[in-house]
């Protein structure tokens, strides 16, 4: 019986070894996960967006999304907290802060991203599976668990492993929804997934929805276009006996006159019709519910539903091109660039495939840069022929179509300086961008494609749908990799690990195991450690300076830390801010004292049972006492 499930991926057997191993990939991922958030992070928020997370986070595991503001506000700020009209909140939309609110009153927060790490790869074999085949899922699930984008984010308190699961689970319910069966239940599953998905990271979700939503208008006339393969059977028998009057095909009593087949035909067509619409309208308003989160939690924070919160950190955080978008002005220029930087990291962070070393330079690269990344990436090595194996013989409009976009926008490049800067034309050809997408769905409406071929195009519709509206965004991102296409990493997953399985039906099968399991750990030591690595006490957060506050704490007695200095960054003392309760009421609270007068006493009178102790901080500098030398954190400045 085993070497029959071993040779046949598709027995009937339900639990074979391509579910072991994908169980095992789940555990895996579950594992590094916690590792490198106690190993590389310690389990603190590195960077400013984390601080925010955990802030908002900790409000809503109260209950509370907005909070009244400190009087005075100032000593206990913490980065990307907004303090307006009396009330203190963070400029992220609820989505994430939610789903890590569980994690506070579990006193565990990094299990959430493990957690939704784990079933996102157990979701991408499933979704791998159906598509094409078993060994495609169990590759693509490997894939995902050894990327290092996963591996590095899922031990963050970024959101975006949640947004990675939210879209898996999205895609695998879009899924289940086209095959007819429980279309209620994967409707409401689907809108739940991609509403979550929206109010996690609200760019993310249109990029994933658009294309899905135009497929839902081919979806829609394809089903009225399909011919009536058979008529009710109790209209068959009325034709036969020559009656005039027919019984309608759903079944109703209501008679219709005619000509019984195209009328049977008509009724069948609304049916459907009106099941397909039923389900996607069902899907769209559980969508529409989660999204009203998002203009909710602006109304609470500032009364105005309508109102960007990131604008109140910068002004200029906006997506879009001209005067008012980016620091010094966002133009097509800088969102072309910007995306090839980006995309050269991807090509490496992907899977962890490149030419050459990681080496010091790419240390230094990681921690300091942001523009091209020297080594080759290879990680897209076999997309293309996950595409040729997805598309089948059909390939060669695919290939067309997509040759026209890359020769479109390499040539973008070489405009004018001054058209790449206008906004108009910027808008134009993100408008242009737009129409090239939607070709393809041409070829879906007119063409002949099966369920593996239309979901090939889904699948790659969502890496250039992220890369497409993310140049409209006036920022990059490489440091905690290319974070902004990380949901499209199960999509391209499942489209290399289809090649993967092509290899497994012309070779002997457990030799590709061995192989694509020796390149997943040579990958995992020779790429994603030397590359998460470098960010352990990133922006000099550690464990090091609470460790050194509470060693001089005096009994159980409770901590006031008090910073004082000239030009104190949030870095000196982030470590304490993460152990500060929104609320002021934790073990230690932390509070910079500004020197204006009466700051000092207003703390102390705040705080009167506290211990106090002393912080002196200059830029990313902070000691114990009043100078900057003796028991010193984070990094000294020049010269000191």
């Not at 009593?253 to 008509?266: F, H, K, L, S, V």
Request: with cysteine; proline share 5%.
């Amino acid at each position: 019986m085993s070497q029959t499930i071993l040779e046949n991926p598709r027995s009937p057997y339900r639990f074979r070894y391509h579910h072991l191993l994908a169980l095992g990939l789940m555990l895996f991922s579950f594992a590094m996960a916690a590792l490198v958030s106690q190993r590389v992070f310690e389990r603190l928020p590195h960077l400013e967006d984390e601080v925010a997370y955990l802030f908002q986070a900790r409000t809503l595991a109260r209950g509370q999304a907005v909070i009244d503001s400190p009087q005075p506000a100032r000593p206990y700020w913490q980065p990307f907290v907004v303090d307006l009209n009396g009330k203190r909140f963070g400029k992220y939309p609820p989505g994430w802060p939610g789903m890590l609110a569980v994690g506070v009153l579990m006193g565990q927060m990094w299990v959430i991203n493990a957690f939704l790490a784990a079933l996102t790869v157990g979701l991408t074999y499933r979704l791998g599976r159906e598509i094409f085949d078993a060994d495609t899922g169990v590759f693509a699930a490997a894939l995902t668990a050894f990327s290092p984008m996963a591996l590095m984010l899922n031990g963050t308190l970024m959101g975006h492993t949640a947004a990675l699961f939210t879209t898996t689970l999205f895609l695998y319910a879009y899924w289940r929804l086209m095959r007819g069966k429980r279309m209620l239940l994967w409707a409401v599953i689907a809108g739940a997934a991609l509403g979550l998905t929206v109010i996690n990271r609200p760019l993310a979700g249109l990029a994933i929805a658009a294309p899905l939503v135009a497929y839902s208008g081919v979806r829609l006339v394809r089903v009225w276009m399909k011919p009536v393969v058979s008529p009710h059977p109790q209209i068959l028998s009325q034709v036969e006996r020559g009656e005039e009057a027919v019984v309608g095909a759903s079944g109703s009593d209501t008679p219709t006159r005619g000509n019984p087949i195209r009328e049977a035909g008509r009724t069948q067509r609304w049916d459907s019709l009106r099941r397909v619409l039923g389900g996607l309208l069902v899907l769209a308003g559980v969508t529409a519910v989660l999204a009203t989160a998002i203009p909710a939690y602006s109304y609470m924070a500032t009364g105005d539903a309508r109102k960007n919160l990131y604008t109140l950190v910068w002004s200029y955080d906006q997506v879009g091109f001209g005067e008012g978008y980016g620091r010094n002005v966002h133009t097509l220029e800088k969102g072309i660039r910007q995306t090839r930087w980006d995309l050269s990291m991807m090509a490496a962070d992907l899977f962890g495939w490149q030419t050459g070393s990681f080496g010091a330079e790419e240390v230094d690269h990681v921690l300091t840069q942001a523009n091209y990344w020297e080594n080759i990436g290879l990680s897209w090595i076999l997309i293309p022929f996950g595409l040729l194996i997805g598309f089948k013989r059909r390939w060669g409009w695919w290939a067309i179509w997509l040759a026209a976009g890359t020769v479109i926008f390499m040539q973008t490049t070489t405009l004018p300086v001054d058209t790449l800067r206008d906004p108009k034309f910027a808008l134009l050809w993100m408008g242009g961008g737009a129409v090239w997408m939607l070709i393809p769905f041409v070829f879906l409406l007119i063409g002949k494609a099966d369920e593996q071929q239309t979901w090939t195009w889904l699948l790659l519709t969502i890496p250039l749908c992220l890369i497409g509206l993310h140049i409209a965004y006036w920022i990059g991102s490489q440091r905690y990799s290319t974070r902004y296409y990380f949901e499209a990493l199960v999509p391209l997953a499942i489209l290399s690990a289809a090649a993967l399985s092509w290899l497994v039906r012309r070779i002997d099968r457990l030799a590709v195991y061995i192989l694509v399991a020796s390149l997943m750990f040579y990958s995992l030591v020779a790429y994603s450690q030397p590359r998460i690595t470098p960010l352990y006490r990133f922006n000099w957060v550690s464990t090091e300076l609470i460790d050194a506050v509470n060693a001089r704490r005096e009994g159980d007695r409770p901590v006031l830390v008090i910073v004082s200095g000239t030009d104190v960054r949030w870095r000196a003392y982030g470590s304490l801010m993460v152990v500060t309760s929104p609320f002021l009421d934790s073990d230690i609270v932390v509070a910079l004292d500004s020197g204006a007068s009466g700051a000092r006493e207003t703390i102390m009178a705040r705080f009167p049972d506290r211990q106090v102790i002393e912080l002196t901080a200059t830029i990313n500098w902070a000691c114990f006492g009043d100078t900057l030398d003796g028991e010193c954190y984070g990094d000294p400045p020049q010269g000191g």
